[in-house]
Nanobody, 123 residues
Framework: QAQLVESGGGLVQPGGSLRLSCVVS????????IGWFRQVPGKEREGVSC????????YYADSVKGRFTVSRDNTRNMGYLEMNSLKVEDTAAYYC????????????????WGQGTQVTVSS
């Protein structure tokens, strides 16, 4: 059974950058999509980005397109989310997930989730 642990969150000023990491154990990640989600208290969970394990397809929410980059390192069983030009509205708990669908138009049906890492963007 997959276990996922996110890291790399923290406090950053607007315009700054953070790199989130997701390490997966108990699961061979190579063939499976990695998804990144975020959630603010009182708001619905938002799919931020994903990268497919089958054909390398990626998806980015309109709110982060051009600023975030999703990647993976199958030799380390890890996924990454590079976040640049951060905005106050990017503040959220960020979660990685796997065993779901990742297409160029959306991300769905993820089964395994990490515990989350907090990203706070504030001046």
């Amino acid at each position: 059974q997959a276990q996922l642990v996110e890291s790399g969150g923290g406090l950053v000023q607007p315009g700054g950058s953070l790199r989130l990491s997701c390490v997966v154990s108990g699961f061979t990640l190579e063939k499976y999509a990695i998804g990144w989600f975020r959630q603010v208290p009182g708001k619905e969970r938002e799919g931020v980005s994903c990268i497919s394990g089958s054909d390398g397809s990626t998806y980015y929410a309109d709110s982060v397109k051009g600023r975030f980059t999703v990647s993976r390192d199958n030799t380390r069983n890890m996924g990454y989310l590079e976040m640049n030009s951060l905005k106050v509205e990017d503040t959220a708990a960020y979660y990685c997930a796997t065993d779901g669908i990742c297409t160029t138009w959306g991300m769905f049906e993820y089964d395994y989730w990490g515990q989350g890492t907090q990203v706070t963007v504030s001046s």
